[in-house]
């Protein structure tokens, strides 16, 4: 594995991904900082979760480079790449994927075992603590509401303690009032643990938390906002969803929005 000395937690230089004869990503040129919490929208079909799973090592580009923690990923075998997965990077879905018959001890335990470790119950503990669920190491999913089970799949993803922890719609499942709490503890953990989160999300709410907010269309780039709001981020959306941002034929299709 090639290493760099970086602060950057994640490069991604001309990220291109063809699925048959779409072009999901076009030449993304992007870096995400280590200790930053980074949100990623775009009208529907924009490349958003593809860019994700390129940059989690969970797909392969079609050209262009991945850089996770001053690794490259391009050229790792598929064992040494699952390996970086496992110990280097973090994943939390829309759906908690949780095992219904494991405990929430025994769910966050779970990737460090796959690892051949036996976990501590200290260490177990520590990353339920983490997430505000103190004293809930023995529920089941089953026992434990939405936001909890999430939180259970967050704790999971960070008990290998990733160079980047990546959401797909992480409260895309939850209510509003329970998305504000797991959105405030993703905060917190960008804050406080200098944990390093790329986020994918359609609602203007969740990315108005982070730090910046990437938006795609068409698989490019179409610009950003710093210290988002609300209402600059559902602006801004509505500008890039309007019919007149791209016309067939054209070589901009982000218009006046790209920055």
């Known amino acids: 594995m090639t290493k760099t000395t970086t602060t950057t937690a994640v490069r991604l230089?001309?990220?291109?991904?063809?699925?048959?004869?779409?072009?999901?990503?076009?030449?993304?040129d992007l870096d995400f900082a280590a200790g930053t919490f980074t949100a990623v929208m775009g009208p529907s079909g924009?490349?958003?979760?593809?860019?994700?799973?390129?940059a989690a090592g969970l797909d392969r580009?079609?050209?262009?480079?991945?850089?996770?923690?001053?690794?490259a990923l391009e050229?790792?075998?598929?064992?040494?790449?699952?390996?970086?997965r496992r110990d280097r990077i973090g994943f939390v879905f829309q759906s908690f994927?949780?095992?219904?018959?494991?405990?929430a001890a025994q769910n966050v335990a779970l990737p460090l075992?796959?690892?051949?470790?036996?976990?501590s119950r200290t260490e177990v503990r520590e990353a339920l603590a983490r997430v505000g669920l103190a004293g809930r190491e023995r529920h089941r999913p089953g026992e434990l509401s939405g936001g909890q089970q999430q939180r259970v799949a967050i704790a999971r993803a960070l008990i290998t303690r990733p160079a980047v922890l990546f959401g797909d719609e992480p409260t895309g499942a939850l209510d509003s009032t329970t998305s504000r709490e797991v959105l405030a503890m993703l905060r917190r953990l960008v804050d406080e643990d200098g944990q390093t989160i790329v986020m994918v999300t359609h609602d203007p709410v969740a990315a108005a938390r982070a730090d910046r907010v990437v938006f795609l269309v068409d698989g490019r780039l179409a610009g950003e906002l710093r210290a988002p709001t609300v209402?600059?981020?559902?602006?801004?959306?509505?500008?890039?969803?309007?019919?007149?941002?791209a016309s067939p034929g054209s070589d901009n299709p982000v218009g006046s929005l790209a920055c």
């Open 13 to 28: 230089r001309g990220l291109t991904r063809h699925h048959r004869d779409v072009r999901a990503l076009d030449g993304v």
């Open 61 to 71: 580009p079609t050209a262009g480079s991945v850089e996770v923690g001053g690794t």
């Open 231 to 245: 209402e600059s981020v559902a602006a801004r959306m509505a500008g890039l969803e309007a019919p007149e941002t």
């Open 113 to 119: 075992r796959l690892a051949g470790r036996r976990p």
């Open 75 to 84: 050229g790792l075998s598929e064992r040494r790449l699952t390996l970086l």
């Open 46 to 54: 924009s490349g958003k979760s593809t860019l994700l799973q390129c």
């Open 97 to 103: 994927n949780l095992l219904p018959s494991l405990t």
